[in-house]
């Protein structure tokens, strides 16, 4: 599911993608025929992606960052959030789409493709009855006609969207038509041939509206409107002469933007301050607001009516009789006017206005609708082969991946098995040399018992026979009682051999009671000193295992008899049911286990290693030069 949700909304920004390529070539059609499309059909009956909503408020957000950055990207963004909503039939967001696109072409003072988004969103609005909606459409065309200076449509659109949201109660909205009807009064005079009488009226009713904004944004408790409304009120006061009563309001203004580091509002501020200095013929204050706002706006990069701060400064030189600095300022005003300005003629406008009321191109609107129709199969049948294609290159090479993957882990798995095998022969054939080895001894050991022990015993016999029927000198009596003290000497030599060949004790008492005998036995009447300690309880365990520690036993202490050159030797016997345990300790010269070479004692350490690993057991030796040594071996008894 999630793989299709992924392709469903690829596809989408694809289609996007293609259709914003059309809008930016040529910004009206689509528009106009995407609304038109929707408005012929019943839009309750749409159905709706929620999901994608995500993703349409998305490309609203980047249309808007974009624009405030001047970027053209925010065409692509605002037409892909457009063609989006309308492919998961989220209706509500296409307006908000054209919107931005509406404010994009105002910013480049492309007014007729402005009035173009705003009036296709307008009728989507219309048909879908959002009355806030609708009225916002009618504020933003009533701006766009107040900046091409046409007063009655704009004072008309401006109307309309005041009453709405007076039947709405929308106080804010209301303050904000407000303002707009006072900006727009306040500017009649560029729109219109107005005499002096009228100019003034004009402005008296600009305050009126500027005074009712204000009141509301007081009572609401609105900062930024009311800073909007106190230099629209200043304004008003510098072209009505009152050039005192417009710096207060000004100031305050200004204060409000110093406040909260609005270093644009600072700089469009600033300038409405100068024109009133200039008013006031405070010329050398004028000069300081507008050399301040023009280091703000070079410093921040606000490039948008820095023009116009350099025709205010001509003329403040021009009032100071500096002509050559105002002729200077007035060649940069000239220059960046020229380069930004467009001077697009009324008829177009008024075009778009007699489509949106008459309808007259309906039969060129279906034709286009087919065409966009077949243009847009034709892309999704391409998209769809591409992503196919695409989808099945990607299965192949993951079914070749997976494929490898698998010889892979066969192939370690049979390496694992047959180190695991070549192991446990290892193991067998350890364990079948060493159980050659423990039958040799205890076939040595009986043969030398048995055999060689009676053959001993029946000559003493003789002998011990023959003393007392001979008849012996004194001289050669000594001599016969030496030779019976060897032959005793010869007996007891080899029944020791024997007994360490195959320790009768172990076979019959167990690891404890042999390793004690053993201790014992090897045990030196001076240095070192040899103890042998127990833990835990008196068990029995495998012979083979038995054997095992008892001749690793035996290799450790004789070693350190042999090599540690201690006083004192310590042998250690842990057994539980689960455990058994040996640890040899002594505190002789040490030795370091990582540099033995290839020698008997280096040899002796390996075979005890693998007596321990033929019954899966664990050897450690600790140890260092002159600090003793420390030998541990463990089983587990599963």
């Given at each position: 599911m999630k793989d299709l949700f992924v392709a469903r909304h690829f596809i989408l920004l694809l289609a996007g993608f293609f259709a914003i390529t059309q809008i930016v070539a040529q910004p009206s059609d689509p528009i106009n025929i995407l609304v038109e499309n929707l408005l012929k059909k019943d839009l309750r009956s749409i159905s709706i992606s929620p999901q994608d909503s995500i993703l349409v408020n998305e490309s609203l957000k980047n249309s808007s960052r974009c624009i405030e950055l001047r970027n053209d990207s925010a065409v692509f963004y605002a037409g892909q959030a457009a063609i989006m909503a309308e492919k998961s039939g989220l209706i509500a967001k296409i307006s908000p789409a054209m919107e931005e696109l509406g404010k994009y072409y105002m910013t480049k003072e492309n007014f007729s493709e402005a009035i173009n988004c705003y009036i296709q969103a307008l009728?989507?609005?219309?048909?879908?009855?959002?009355?806030?909606?609708?009225?916002?459409?009618?504020?933003?065309?009533?701006?766009?006609?107040?900046?091409?200076?046409?007063?009655?449509?704009?004072?008309e659109y401006n109307e309309k969207a005041l009453c709405i949201y007076q039947n709405l109660k929308d106080t804010l909205k209301i303050a904000k038509a407000l303002s707009h009807l006072g900006s727009l009064h306040l500017s009649r005079e560029y729109c219109e041939k107005r005499t002096p009488d009228q100019i003034k009226s004009d402005q008296k009713t600009a305050m009126n509206f500027y005074r009712q904004a204000l009141h509301i944004y007081e009572i609401n408790h609105f900062e930024a409107g009311e800073v909007h409304i106190w230099l629209n009120i200043g304004n008003v006061y510098r072209r009505m002469g009152d050039a005192e009563k417009a710096v207060d309001y000004i100031q305050k203004a200004l204060t409000y933007y110093r406040e909260t580091s609005n270093q644009n509002g600072i700089a469009e501020t600033l300038r409405t301050l100068a024109l009133a200095y200039n008013r006031m013929e405070k010329y050398d204050l004028a000069l300081k607001c507008l050399t301040e706002a023009i280091d703000i706006a070079l410093l921040e990069k606000y490039t948008d009516g820095i023009q116009y701060l350099y025709e205010s400064i001509a003329q403040t030189y021009d009032n100071l009789k500096d002509y050559k600095n105002a002729r200077d300022y007035y060649v940069k005003y000239m220059i960046i006017r020229d380069s930004v300005y467009n001077?697009?003629?009324?008829?177009?406008?008024?075009?778009?206005?007699?489509?949106?009321?008459?309808?007259?191109?309906?039969?060129?609107?279906?034709?286009?609708?087919?065409?966009?129709?077949?243009?847009?199969?034709?892309?999704?049948?391409?998209?769809?082969?591409?992503?196919?294609?695409s989808l099945l290159g990607w299965n192949y090479f993951r079914n070749i991946r997976n494929k490898k993957i698998i010889a892979d882990q066969k192939l370690e798995i049979k390496e694992k098995q047959l180190l695991e095998l070549e192991k446990e022969r290892q193991l067998t054939a350890a364990k079948s040399v060493l159980q050659g080895e423990e039958a040799e001894r205890s076939r040595l050991a009986?043969?030398?018992?048995?055999?060689?022990?009676?053959?001993?015993?029946?000559?003493?016999?003789?002998?011990?026979?023959?003393?007392?029927?001979?008849?012996?000198?004194?001289?050669?009596?000594?001599?016969?009682?030496?030779?019976?003290?060897?032959?005793?000497?010869?007996?007891?030599?080899?029944?020791?051999?024997?007994?360490?060949?195959m320790p009768e004790t172990l076979m019959h008492y167990g690891l404890r009671t042999a390793l004690g005998d053993f201790i014992k036995q090897v045990a030196p009447e001076g240095e070192p000193q040899l103890r042998f300690s127990t833990f835990g309880s008196d068990l029995r365990f495998g012979k083979e295992l038995e054997i095992t520690v008892y001749r690793i036993s035996q290799e450790l202490v004789t070693n350190a008899l042999k090599h540690a050159h201690a006083n004192q030797i310590d042998?250690?016997?842990?057994?539980?049911?689960?455990?058994?345990?040996?640890?040899?300790?002594?505190?002789?010269?040490?030795?370091?286990?990582?540099?033995?070479?290839?020698?008997?004692?280096?040899?002796?350490?390996?075979?005890?290693?693998?007596?321990?690993?033929?019954?899966?057991?664990?050897?450690?030796?600790?140890?260092?030069?002159?600090?003793?040594?420390?030998?541990?071996?463990?089983?587990?008894?599963?």
């Amino acid at each position: 599911m999630k793989d299709l949700f992924v392709a469903r909304h690829f596809i989408l920004l694809l289609a996007g993608f293609f259709a914003i390529t059309q809008i930016v070539a040529q910004p009206s059609d689509p528009i106009n025929i995407l609304v038109e499309n929707l408005l012929k059909k019943d839009l309750r009956s749409i159905s709706i992606s929620p999901q994608d909503s995500i993703l349409v408020n998305e490309s609203l957000k980047n249309s808007s960052r974009c624009i405030e950055l001047r970027n053209d990207s925010a065409v692509f963004y605002a037409g892909q959030a457009a063609i989006m909503a309308e492919k998961s039939g989220l209706i509500a967001k296409i307006s908000p789409a054209m919107e931005e696109l509406g404010k994009y072409y105002m910013t480049k003072e492309n007014f007729s493709e402005a009035i173009n988004c705003y009036i296709q969103a307008l009728k989507l609005e219309e048909k879908l009855g959002n009355q806030l909606r609708i009225a916002d459409f009618f504020d933003l065309l009533g701006v766009v006609y107040y900046y091409q200076e046409i007063f009655s449509k704009a004072l008309e659109y401006n109307e309309k969207a005041l009453c709405i949201y007076q039947n709405l109660k929308d106080t804010l909205k209301i303050a904000k038509a407000l303002s707009h009807l006072g900006s727009l009064h306040l500017s009649r005079e560029y729109c219109e041939k107005r005499t002096p009488d009228q100019i003034k009226s004009d402005q008296k009713t600009a305050m009126n509206f500027y005074r009712q904004a204000l009141h509301i944004y007081e009572i609401n408790h609105f900062e930024a409107g009311e800073v909007h409304i106190w230099l629209n009120i200043g304004n008003v006061y510098r072209r009505m002469g009152d050039a005192e009563k417009a710096v207060d309001y000004i100031q305050k203004a200004l204060t409000y933007y110093r406040e909260t580091s609005n270093q644009n509002g600072i700089a469009e501020t600033l300038r409405t301050l100068a024109l009133a200095y200039n008013r006031m013929e405070k010329y050398d204050l004028a000069l300081k607001c507008l050399t301040e706002a023009i280091d703000i706006a070079l410093l921040e990069k606000y490039t948008d009516g820095i023009q116009y701060l350099y025709e205010s400064i001509a003329q403040t030189y021009d009032n100071l009789k500096d002509y050559k600095n105002a002729r200077d300022y007035y060649v940069k005003y000239m220059i960046i006017r020229d380069s930004v300005y467009n001077n697009e003629k009324s008829n177009q406008i008024f075009e778009l206005e007699t489509k949106y009321q008459a309808e007259k191109k309906q039969k060129e609107i279906e034709r286009l609708t087919l065409v966009k129709r077949q243009r847009t199969l034709a892309i999704y049948i391409l998209i769809a082969t591409f992503l196919m294609v695409s989808l099945l290159g990607w299965n192949y090479f993951r079914n070749i991946r997976n494929k490898k993957i698998i010889a892979d882990q066969k192939l370690e798995i049979k390496e694992k098995q047959l180190l695991e095998l070549e192991k446990e022969r290892q193991l067998t054939a350890a364990k079948s040399v060493l159980q050659g080895e423990e039958a040799e001894r205890s076939r040595l050991a009986g043969d030398l018992h048995d055999g060689l022990g009676g053959l001993l015993a029946g000559v003493k016999l003789k002998l011990s026979s023959m003393k007392e029927n001979a008849i012996i000198t004194s001289e050669n009596l000594a001599h016969f009682n030496h030779a019976l003290d060897l032959l005793d000497t010869s007996i007891t030599e080899m029944r020791r051999v024997a007994h360490n060949l195959m320790p009768e004790t172990l076979m019959h008492y167990g690891l404890r009671t042999a390793l004690g005998d053993f201790i014992k036995q090897v045990a030196p009447e001076g240095e070192p000193q040899l103890r042998f300690s127990t833990f835990g309880s008196d068990l029995r365990f495998g012979k083979e295992l038995e054997i095992t520690v008892y001749r690793i036993s035996q290799e450790l202490v004789t070693n350190a008899l042999k090599h540690a050159h201690a006083n004192q030797i310590d042998l250690q016997l842990f057994t539980e049911n689960e455990r058994i345990c040996v640890q040899v300790n002594d505190n002789g010269i040490g030795f370091n286990p990582n540099k033995l070479d290839d020698s008997k004692a280096g040899k002796g350490l390996k075979n005890i290693h693998d007596r321990a690993t033929a019954f899966n057991g664990r050897f450690e030796i600790l140890s260092e030069p002159a600090k003793g040594t420390e030998s541990t071996l463990e089983f587990l008894i599963s």
